[in-house]
């Protein structure tokens, strides 16, 4: 709900901050630590099993049909990891981070959340709650006062205001570049939702969407001349080379949250070469632009990314695939311990799949938030079963995830 509150707090940060093409008026000061942290949510649920490709198993080619990725040499080609699991040939830039022993992946991870709403299930992994309405704060909010930086200026969203993951008591600030990546669906059917009551704003947008739709009416791209479902392929870039140049000064932030939409692939999903792919290579490049960023900085940073839930282990009749459950994550940085894949493996066929659709759950999505957190922040065992994420005495931190 936006209240007098959060657009005062939204002035506030806006008056800290400029656009990135203008001089800092960012108040840099001392910080606790030389540690960094970065959580990127990918909202829309990815689909893992493109993602991560499991093609080792037996099962794979079969359920995944048209949306199989080649190991045999195609333009199509996955990344092979261990001669099981594979990177998709857009994560051209992760792979040599893996390759560097500078990523770990994670497969059939989720949230609590066991349903299939985008909302809930992004309340829930935001949150840290065992259900999406819990908590009516964000986790890593919560564990900015144990990590030493809630003095406003120590964790950035590089968003208009920050998302519910960073939003509660500490305080916090957020920051956008002054080139914005393309907004999505989802997003213009908020502007349109909330410009519903006033004539002359919903009659100004509808005249700008209809001059975008004659401009992609002209355009060769297959994709922007499609009345369907089309996933958002804005460039990453500027956002995350903002982020890593904010966290790379001296005094500068040390946590920072990033937003990567347009995961939801119901429709022309793609193999190797599709709407998913390219959305993949716009994230990949995204993760080299603020490696590049954050110059020395690098070795001293850990970024997890995750998504609300999975996608169905079968393709649907549209050639995309439906709400899941277990998904794909991922830890990169230069402090972290990688080179190797994390899953509970279980193989897909129908028997071991939930509901005979879904990849199972297997591991808590807290479990990995925790592991960075103690191990690369230096949050407490207690802080982390009652603070940051109450009620999940259950969960144990992940270990070996961070360089000793």
């Given amino acids: 709900m936006t209240t007098r509150r959060t657009i005062l707090k939204t002035m506030a940060s806006a008056a800290a901050l400029s656009v990135w093409d203008a001089p800092f008026r960012f108040s840099f000061a001392s910080v606790p630590t030389e540690r960094r942290l970065v959580v990127v949510v990918i909202r829309g649920a990815l689909d893992?099993?493109?993602?991560?490709?499991?093609?080792?198993?037996?099962?794979?080619?079969?359920?995944?049909?048209?949306?199989?990725?080649?190991?045999?040499?195609?333009?199509?080609?996955?990344?092979?990891?261990?001669?099981?699991?594979?990177?998709?040939?857009?994560f051209t830039n992760l792979k040599a981070m893996y390759d560097a022993k500078?990523?770990?992946?994670?497969?059939?991870?989720?949230?609590?959340?066991?349903?299939?709403?985008?909302?809930?299930?992004?309340?829930c992994l935001e949150t840290g709650g065992n259900s999406p309405h819990a908590l009516n704060d964000g986790w890593l909010n919560r564990a900015l006062a144990p990590m030493g930086l809630a003095n406003g200026t120590s964790a950035v969203a590089i968003e208009q205001t920050p998302p519910l993951l960073l939003s509660g008591s500490a305080r916090a600030t957020s920051w956008m570049p002054a080139v914005m990546p393309e907004p999505d669906n989802a997003f213009l059917t908020k502007v349109r939702a909330l410009y519903a009551g006033d004539p002359e704003l919903s009659s100004s947008l509808d005249g700008a969407l209809n001059m975008q739709a004659q401009a992609a009416s002209m355009n060769d791209d297959p994709n922007a001349k499609s009345g369907k479902f089309k996933a958002s392929y804005g460039n990453l870039t500027p956002l995350f080379e903002g982020a890593g140049k904010l966290l790379a000064h001296a005094g500068g932030p040390r946590v920072a949250v990033l937003d990567a939409s347009g995961w939801d692939t119901h429709v022309a999903e793609g193999a190797?070469?599709?709407?998913?792919?390219?959305?993949?290579?716009?994230?990949?490049?995204?993760?080299?632009?603020?490696?590049?960023?954050?110059?020395?900085?690098?070795?001293?940073?850990?970024?997890?990314?995750?998504?609300?839930?999975?996608?169905?282990?079968?393709?649907?009749?549209?050639?995309?695939?439906?709400?899941?459950?277990?998904a794909a994550a991922f830890l990169l940085g230069g402090a972290v311990a990688g080179g190797k894949v994390q899953a509970e493996w279980v193989g897909l066929k129908p028997s071991a799949l939930k509901d005979g659709r879904d990849q199972p759950a297997r591991t808590d999505l807290r479990a990995l938030f925790k592991g960075v957190l103690a191990d690369h922040m230096g949050v407490s065992q207690t802080a982390l079963n009652t603070t940051v994420f109450p009620e999940s005495g259950n969960v144990a931190p992940m270990k070996g995830l961070i360089r000793a």
């Fill in 48 to 90: 893992g099993l493109a993602a991560v490709p499991p093609h080792g198993d037996p099962d794979y080619a079969s359920v995944r049909a048209q949306l199989a990725l080649d190991k045999n040499g195609s333009a199509a080609n996955v990344h092979d990891l261990d001669g099981f699991f594979g990177l998709n040939p857009s």
């Fill in 102 to 123: 500078e990523a770990v992946l994670f497969h059939n991870i989720c949230s609590p959340y066991r349903d299939r709403s985008h909302f809930e299930g992004q309340n």
């Fill in 272 to 326: 190797g070469d599709g709407q998913l792919a390219r959305r993949l290579q716009s994230l990949d490049q995204g993760l080299e632009t603020l490696k590049t960023a954050l110059g020395p900085a690098w070795k001293n940073t850990a970024i997890v990314m995750a998504t609300e839930f999975g996608r169905t282990v079968r393709p649907n009749g549209s050639g995309g695939t439906d709400h899941g459950t277990g």
